[in-house]
């Protein structure tokens, strides 16, 4: 057994798999897998359609990953409901419906959890609003709470006893004032 051969059991190995043929390993010595990754065709030009995309992109695929169903589809290679769902895409987009039909059918098939974006219709308008809301309740409570913290402040400083002037300073204590700055200086 040569030294290559030799590095492409050892990873096997320790899956409890030995390499028969190296032809079957990839080029870091790991095991070709085919029930492990599913095996896919080239993808049409139909696939890549922007339509599609748009529709796939609106639609939530229902496999647990949270990924649209065109993201889950291109990246997530065992993941079997998002080419099924690829297909009921396609399969409607044929009979003639339109866009909005299509996602309509999926939303009436699925129930709402289907869509990446709630309707904008009934009690979901409450997540589009109540942070604003909020965002405006709070706002107005900082400012009057600000408001209050400034007159508190203002009436505090009015009813506090004037601070008395600095004396003046006879004459006789400035020119020992002055005296002293000549003395300094010099």
Not at 13 to 41: H, K, M, N
Not at 44 to 69: F, M, S, Y
Not at 140 to 147: C, E, T, V, Y
């Amino acid at each position: 057994m040569n030294v290559a051969a030799a590095l492409l059991v050892l990873p096997a190995s320790l899956f409890g798999q030995t390499v028969q043929d190296p032809a079957r390993a990839d080029s870091l010595g790991r095991l070709y897998r085919p029930d492990v990754v599913q095996i896919r065709e080239a993808t049409p030009v139909r696939d890549d359609d922007a339509l599609i995309q748009a529709l796939e992109g609106k639609l939530r695929c229902t496999c647990g990953c949270n990924l649209d169903v065109f993201t889950c589809r291109t990246t997530d290679f065992t993941c079997a409901t998002s080419p099924a769902m690829h297909r009921l895409v396609l399969a409607r987009i044929d009979s003639g419906m339109t866009a909005e039909q299509v996602i309509t059918a999926f939303e009436a098939q699925y129930g709402q959890s289907v869509l990446m974006q709630p309707p904008k219709r009934g009690f979901n308008w409450a997540a589009y609003i109540m942070p604003f809301v909020g965002l405006g309740i709070g706002m107005g409570l900082l400012g009057l709470a600000m408001r209050k913290l400034v007159r508190t402040h203002r009436a505090e400083a009015a009813s506090a006893e004037p601070v008395a002037p600095p004396p003046s300073m006879s004459s006789e204590d400035r020119e020992k004032l002055k005296r002293e700055l000549e003395r300094f200086e010099a």
